[in-house]
């Protein structure tokens, strides 16, 4: 575009001023310009999406293992306090895997989050340690699972150990 300032000679003729001149570029962006734009703009968002998506993600399943943590140590507990005193007349055994019954526990209601029906399953395996001399202290390695799923990836295991010897 082309601007020209008009101006009155001294005969009183109009004439166009060399003075002020003003040129303007009309080219616009091309249609490939435009698009290799909006591209790289979904690219970049796309990918600033998914990150988020993943991040969420990653940050929902560590908060379901640390419940799936929390629900063997709670189990541990139960199974510590119980009663195992081997030198009373008659001795009294209550660490015996019936009394801890495999058991479904919904992990929505430790998170709270009710939207993902995440549910662990709590198992406890005791075992006597074998000695070869029956005078000596009889221990029991006891294990508290806590397998569950997230997302339909898994199973994952929340495993405790522990070595529990007779009440003195």
């Known amino acids: 575009m082309k601007i020209a300032a008009l101006s009155l000679n001294n005969k009183g003729a ?8 003003l040129w303007h570029s ?5 249609l490939a310009e435009v698009l290799v734009g909006v591209a790289l703009f979904a690219l970049v968002f796309g990918s600033v999406l998914t ?4 991040a ?16 063997a140590e709670q189990r541990m507990e139960q199974i510590q306090s ?8 008659p001795p009294f055994d209550a660490l015996v895997a019936t ?5 479904f526990v919904d992990l929505e209601q430790f998170v ?14 005791i075992e006597s340690v074998p000695n070869a001399n029956p005078n000596a202290m009889k ?21 405790l150990v522990t070595i529990r010897a007779p009440d003195q």
């Open 14 to 21: 109009v004439e166009k001023s060399k003075s002020l001149i």
């Open 26 to 30: 009309s080219k616009g962006m091309t």
């Open 51 to 54: 990150g988020i998506t993943q």
């Open 56 to 71: 969420n993600y990653r940050a929902a399943w560590s908060k379901y293992n640390a419940a799936a943590t929390k629900l």
């Open 82 to 89: 119980a009663p195992l005193d081997l030198a009373a007349s």
């Open 99 to 103: 009394n801890f019954p495999p058991d």
């Open 112 to 125: 709270g989050s009710t939207n993902n029906n995440v549910r662990a399953m709590r198992t406890v395996t």
């Open 139 to 159: 221990y029991k390695v006891i294990t508290v699972s806590v397998i569950w799923s997230y997302r339909g990836r898994g199973p994952f295991t929340n495993m």
